[in-house]
């Protein structure tokens, strides 16, 4: 049985100035695959050369320029996403957004899986659990608001694509899409985009904001005190140094937090999801194994 090809793949653009962890994200991955791909976008500051500056020879970077005029539902993410996942060569390809890190504990367990799974063509893509940090990194939100589980390991024989950047779709014999089929990876993404200092966030959704025809908010991080919980366990070593000098460390629950509509809908949807046993978050794909 041959061993499969793994080929890491993401885009950044401005990742400094958003204050991406991206350098973590980018190392967690390394030891797992056998090559890196990275659609690096032209921006104003100098992400570019942080990436060249790690060294790896398994990176390989594609620079590319961002269509400014494409402001329809975050589609210019789906085209630099693609821009780099159509260049990988592996069996299978792996996207790890730069706000994503994996844990260097888990990475025996994701091989493992994929292993498992490479010679079942049913499986096409391999699920993770999340930690989605919010605030700090001593908090974890868990409402169905957040996506629980996410693929992110992908088979690259078959025809897909990323309608918006965060999930794919998958197009086989010229038919409708639909959603990948998985199983799970047994392992964690633990992400930090929404534990990042608060000048960062908002430069991000300043950005965000051009490319889905909406107006940026006034950033703070407020949150319905059910949709959250303490994180106990530990995080990856190699995102330890960003959390001290790069994230928000100090957050306090607001007990007089005013609840949004959406934040009533997913109270609500929590409530269900206890008495009924449910799991009410977004799917991006359909369990087979």
Not at 136 to 161: F, K, Q, V
Not at 245 to 270: G, I, V, Y
Request: aromatic residues 12%; charged residues 25%.
């Amino acid at each position: 049985m041959s061993t499969p090809s793994i080929s890491g793949f993401t885009f950044l653009r401005n990742g400094i100035k958003l204050g991406f962890p991206f350098e973590a994200s980018i190392g967690s991955l390394l030891p797992l695959v056998d090559e890196f791909v990275i659609a690096v976008g032209a921006g104003e500051d100098d992400t570019l050369n942080k990436i060249k500056s790690i060294g790896d020879p398994k990176i390989r970077i594609i620079e590319t320029v961002w269509n400014e005029r494409m402001a329809e539902r975050g589609f210019v993410y789906a085209q630099q996403k693609m821009i780099a996942q159509y260049s990988c060569i592996g069996d299978w390809a792996f996207y790890l957004e730069g706000d994503e890190v994996l844990h260097e504990a888990e990475l025996p367990a994701i091989r493992s899986s994929l292993e498992k799974h490479h010679n079942n063509p049913e499986v096409e893509a391999l699920v993770f659990d999340y930690h989605h940090f919010y605030g700090s990194s001593d908090w974890c939100a868990i409402s169905p608001a957040w996506y629980r589980r996410e693929c992110r390991l992908i088979r690259n024989t078959i025809r897909s694509y990323a309608p918006d950047g965060q999930f794919w779709v998958v197009m086989d014999k010229h038919r409708r899409g639909r959603m990948p089929k998985a199983a799970l990876a047994n392992a964690h993404i633990y992400h930090y985009g929404h534990v990042r200092k608060l000048d960062y966030m908002q430069a991000k959704m300043d950005q965000v904001s051009k490319y889905w025809l909406g107006t940026a908010p006034k950033m703070s991080y407020s949150i319905d005190p059910l949709a959250i919980r303490r994180f106990t366990g530990m995080h990856p070593q190699i995102v330890l140094d960003w959390l001290s000098s790069e994230a928000e460390t100090q957050f306090n629950l607001n007990p007089h937090h005013q609840l949004t509509k959406r934040e009533r809908r997913h109270r609500l949807a929590m409530k269900l999801e206890k008495w009924f046993g449910l799991e009410l978050s977004h799917k991006h794909y359909k369990l087979v194994a």
